[in-house]
């Protein structure tokens, strides 16, 4: 993996997170360029330099490989396993491999967090006991049922309803629903594991995986309000009886039909398709039913080789909801919860449009080479112009949002730019109205993507935020986003610093990476900034200055606006030098080059 990728892309959200206060950092199991993470020393750079992190880098289990040389590269705790053990660093200690001034620093990052986060002062008290576990979870089962019964309705993303199929209407439940496939029922192997039998999918798997008490199956509450609305349920819930599944689904007024697929850690996919014969389930159902609504509970993209049957009225992608499954399932179809969930990757309708394949041979230490660089998931569809089936960030909902009135301004700022960790103050805040224009209440996730000058060689558009709004029928509200000099920001390798690009960009706020609403352009000029000899950042100054705006992208539920200024920011000269390689996205300042009178006649002008 190239450098500009490393930081642009995979350790750009654990900046994020460090910058919103995450407490402590894991190191995984995995070689990043022939060094296993837990023992590399440019991994701690951009941690403990770059980043101005101070807490502590705990190892995945049986992650340090080489105890000595993570204990060495700043590794300050080790989770469990044989590499790494207490009876070892003491023998470091006295040999002199591992210095005293080196284990205190570790003592000192392990106990940060529990200080930064009041853990001393107030906090409730543990009990560890395994023999009490199960009397925690039923004293906490209320609360903890409720909220994950409204994560997993919220979260439920609506890819397809045709003629507003869902809500299920109460004069249809009045006659025959069919509910079919495994994915429907009750895990027959129990709550134990997931792995093995038929049965809904709820969860993932792995350490992070927990064993509820019970699990709501979506068969159970679905049949009951049918039963209670007057109609009657017809199941089939073997997926491989495709007969039986035809039986059931003729004559239905609805034929929900589930399919599902499962993964996690220790548990990893071979292929992009359903489980069990999941898509030969579907086009037999389909093919007899003409309101077909197929109903998914998969972890990630699937190829859909049926989703434009002329029968499937609507497709669900309920993802992995939890123990509340059932209900929460049972809430959207029904209607009491207006889906409100954005796709946070792209469904390609042939799995060649993808960049990368799934490795499914077992080897030791297969080599992923990370070939489309910042390109990953959107960004590579937008580049190459593929038209995806269902594309980031997209989800409908049973009402309709328009987009108008967007502003963009941005402030006077002087100050570091340097790898952005402390670097939070907004230089570009941008707005816009977003209205309830439908019949029933909802949320709308909206979001913002930057485009950057062009010859930056960044994507063709980039994920900078998104806000979730719940609004009432006719009501409006002011989403607004806020970017940070780092957000307007390119890794740039022959420098190694965050540098802010000269030339035009436009921000678009969005409903989805392909459904831009609208938009607004903002140019940044390099102006000279005298510094002190001995400092050694580089001041970014951003101002404002009326400029044209462009017009926005429209379609039938969005509305723009061309009344409001864009804004010209201004920044300091890079020092860097162009890079030799014309290939996109590999780093180095294409504007670089350009001499300081230039830049200040460009801002004059």
Not at 112 to 137: C, E, H, K, V, W
Not at 578 to 599: D, E, I, V, Y
């Amino acid at each position: 993996m190239d450098d500009r990728t490393l930081h642009e892309v995979y350790a750009w959200p654990f900046m994020r997170a460090i910058r919103d206060g995450a407490g402590s950092i894991m190191c995984s199991f995995n070689m990043l360029n022939g060094v296993y993470t837990c023992q590399d020393p440019y991994l701690v750079h951009i941690l403990r330099n770059e980043w101005g992190y101070h807490g502590p880098i705990i190892t995945d289990w049986n992650a340090a490989t080489w105890a000595l040389g993570a204990a060495n590269t700043n590794t300050d705790m080790s989770m469990p396993g044989a590499s790494w053990n207490l009876n070892m660093i003491q023998d470091y200690v006295n040999q002199s491999l591992v210095n005293n001034t080196r284990l205190q620093e570790m003592v000192v990052r392990v106990l940060t967090p529990y200080f930064l986060l009041g853990q001393d002062r107030d906090f409730p008290s543990m009990n560890t006991s395994l023999r009490s576990f199960p009397a925690i979870l039923r004293n906490m089962s209320t609360l903890h049922n409720d909220i994950i019964r409204q994560v997993g309705a919220a979260s439920s993303v609506l890819l397809r309803n045709v003629k507003s199929a869902l809500p299920l209407k109460p004069a249809l439940l009045r006659g025959k629903v069919a509910i079919i496939g495994s994915d429907a029922a009750y895990p027959s192997a129990g709550l134990a594991t997931w792995r093995t039998g038929p049965g809904t999918t709820y969860i993932g798997t792995g350490s992070g995986r927990c064993s509820p008490t019970y699990v709501v199956p979506p068969v159970t509450p679905i049949t009951t309000r049918v039963i209670a609305a007057g109609g009657t349920v017809a199941t089939s819930l073997v997926d491989f009886d495709l007969a039986a599944a035809r039986t059931a689904a003729r004559g239905a007024s609805y034929a929900i039909v589930f399919a599902n697929c499962r993964s996690g850690e220790g548990w990893d996919r071979t292929n992009m398709t359903l489980y069990n014969e999941g898509d030969a389930l579907i086009q037999a159902v389909a093919g007899v039913n003409n309101n077909t609504i197929v109903v998914l509970h998969i972890v990630s993209a699937v190829l859909m080789p049926w989703y434009n049957h002329p029968n499937i009225t609507a497709i669900l992608l309920a993802g992995v909801p939890g123990q509340e499954t059932g209900n929460s399932l049972s809430d959207v179809l029904f209607g009491d919860v207006n889906p409100s969930g954005k796709l946070v990757y792209t469904i390609a309708t042939n799995d060649t449009h993808y960049p990368a394949g799934i490795i499914s041979v077992q080897v030791p230490l297969p080599q992923c080479n990370y070939t489309e660089k910042l390109l990953v998931d959107y960004r590579w569809f937008d580049y190459h112009n593929i038209t995806p089936l269902y594309e980031f960030g997209f989800g409908l909902s049973y009402t309709t949002f328009v987009y108008s009135n967007m502003s963009l301004v941005s402030t006077l700022y002087a100050g570091p730019l340097g790898a952005g960790i402390g670097n939070n103050i907004s230089v570009v805040q941008a707005s816009a109205t977003i209205r309830n224009s439908g019949s029933v209440a909802g949320a709308e996730v909206v979001q913002a993507y930057l485009a950057f000058p062009p010859e930056v060689r960044e994507p063709v558009r980039v994920l900078r935020g998104f806000d979730k709004v719940f609004l009432n029928v006719s009501k409006s509200a002011l989403v607004r986003f806020s970017l940070s000099a780092i957000d307007l920001s390119f890794w740039d390798t022959v420098t190694a610093q965050w540098i802010v690009p000269e030339g035009q960009f436009t921000l678009w706020i969005a409903a989805s990476s392909r459904d831009l609403r609208l938009s607004r352009t903002f140019t940044v000029t390099i102006l000279p900034v005298t510094t002190s000899a001995t400092s050694d950042i580089t001041p970014f100054i951003m101002t404002t200055s009326p400029a044209p705006a462009t017009s926005a992208m429209t379609d039938t539920t969005s509305t723009s606006s061309s009344s409001s200024p864009s804004s010209t920011a201004t920044a300091t000269p890079s020092t860097s030098s162009l890079t030799s390689t014309t290939s996109p996205f590999s780093g180095g300042n294409p504007k670089a080059s350009m001499s300081t009178s230039l830049m200040v006649m460009a801002c004059l002008t």
